[in-house]
Nanobody
Framework: VQLQASGGGLVQPGGSLRVSCAVS????????MSWYRQAPGKQREWVAS???????NYPESMKGRFTISRDSGKNMAYLQMNNLKPEDSATYYC?????????WGQGTLVTVSS
């Protein structure tokens, strides 16, 4: 399984951005796709997850401004980020989990700055 994250970039505070994750290779019907982020000098933190049936979960700190979605037919996952703040600046990573194994993408950099 290979993951390719894309869509990062520079956005002004209050702006929106959608990052994407493409999954290729041998995939499994039952799986979970997740987004994590890591800012310089900080630990990687969980942003959102979505399971095969479309049910999404978020930590309390991410609810409201972040929305995860997926297109299982295209093996894609997305993270819509609204009202972005400078503290949202980080490298955003996608993860694919199936049968007890986790696969990570290379990350896409999001910078929120004026």
């Amino acid at each position: 399984v290979q993951l390719q994250a894309s869509g990062g970039g520079l956005v002004q505070p209050g702006g929106s951005l959608r990052v994407s994750c493409a999954v290729s290779g041998r995939t499994f019907g039952a799986n979970v796709m997740s987004w994590y982020r890591q800012a310089p000098g900080k630990q990687r933190e969980w942003v959102a997850s979505i399971i095969s049936n479309g049910a999404a979960n978020y930590p309390e700190s991410m609810k409201g401004r972040f929305t995860i979605s997926r297109d299982s037919g295209k093996n894609m996952a997305y993270l819509q980020m609204n009202n972005l703040k400078p503290e949202d600046s980080a490298t955003y990573y996608c993860k694919y989990s199936a049968r007890g194994t986790h696969y990570w993408g290379q990350g896409t950099l999001v910078t929120v700055s004026s």
